[in-house]
């Protein structure tokens, strides 16, 4: 253990390179750079209030924008933090080859840049939220714990799929399937109480997905309604329990991890 | 008399590679062909149990030939390489000198990639700071230090490198067939800089494929022959050696 945090102080200013890089390239590969990135969730956030607010019956809520919004940006946060990091060990393969640093560094920086564009973007979600009369009670500050729950989820799911991908290269595509059945069970523009008015059994179907109990648990401290707590518990030990798998697996396979970039 | 500690000790160090006879690498196939147990490795000991220490200022030439070993010797040493038997045990800090700028990203400009690199190399932010008029110097790159490197030609790219690199004291220093950096001019400066280590009495190893250079730089020598370590000694006695296993 010992050597283990000497070692992590030795190469905490490669983390920080790392995540330095990760925000840079993103703000600078596209001409609007940061106006861009908060312009994005703006967009797509009022698309989809026009189609599903019509479809749904929901449009006339002022709260329906707010809710599509954080759903959506806690969702891209998740699904770009655990594609960057499976892809990070065979990104950064030409220095992995040619010279020693400590392997997870790649994974962990990879989650930790997409957290904090993520951070910077629910700047538009506060902007939204006050502009449309969603305003913060004391349950705002609870907000931390799903933030963090999500971050711990991500780098746990992250780790793990970083490990994967260096044996089996259709890993992306599974994954992007993967993703795609996440998104939809977890609720983003729709509403749970819609889907389990007629048939109650289906909540399983929601509650079973650690993302969808992290969205719930944060749009319930942005709303300021109730802590659904048992949901937050659940989220929490998954990602725990996803962190921990994905820590050891990544040590048991790192040595072997040249043999096959 | 004091006998020093080695600076460097390899012991009782295999490694081995698994050649898959054929590539499995998605887990669709994996997942079938386990079933049918059909996953088979062919074993191949790149290095088998080689063992040696050196002294601070020793200066090791590895000779072999082609897939003797020698990179892989010194990937292990340098902890790219997890051996799959024995230890590598070294005193203090390391400089690999293998494909320069293989940590560089491209869209980053040169005194971005000076932090990055840095930073992979273990340096800290402090001691990037401060080194880092010196390395833009010596890297001759001037105005082009803030222009991204993919606009930089391979010749610019190893000169960033090897000033990068070579900002720090290492105590072991390790060139596998790079002494041909740049152009001639770069090249004469930067064997300069490598013989200014030499008299600080950093701990070298060396491979090249020119036993004439390697008879100039070291003081000791080795011979790998597919894996296993044939001799160890003198550089002379040595060269000798392998001289007449090239002539027979
Ligand atoms: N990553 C690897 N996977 C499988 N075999 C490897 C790998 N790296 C090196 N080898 C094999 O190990 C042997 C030694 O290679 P190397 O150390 O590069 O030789 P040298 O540098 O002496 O020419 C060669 O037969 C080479 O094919
Ligand atoms: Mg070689």
Redesign the pocket.
Known sequence: MSVFIKNFMRYRFLLVELIKKGVKLKYRRSYLGIIWTLLEPLLTTIVLTVIFGSLLNRGDSTAYPVYILSGRLLYSFFSSGTNTSMKSIRTNAGMIKKVYVPKYMYPLSSVIYNYVIFLISLLVLAAVSVFLGVFPTWRIFIIVIPLFILLILTVGVGMILSTMAVFFRDLEYLWSVALMLIMYSSAIFYYVEDITRNSPNKEILFHANPLYCCIAVFRDALFGQPIEWGLCLYAAGFSVISLIVGVVLFYKKQDKF??YI | MTMAKPVLEVENVSMQ?N?SKEKVDNLKEYIIKSLRGQISYNE?W?LSDVSFSLNKGDRLGIL??????????LKVIAGVLKATKGSVKTRGKIVPLLELGAGFDKQYTGAENIYLYGSVLGYSKTFINEKYDEIVEFSELGDFINVPIKNYSSGMKARLGFAIATVVDPEILIL?EVLAVGDAKFRKKSEAKIQSMFDKGVTVLF?SHSLKQVKRICNKAMI?DH?KLLSFGDIEPISKQYRQMLDA
């Not at chain 2, 072999?64 to 010797?73: D, E, Q």
């Open positions: 040249i043999l | 590679f050649l191949f790149a072999g030939m082609n897939g003797a070993g020698k990179s892989t010797l596998d491979v790998l894996g």
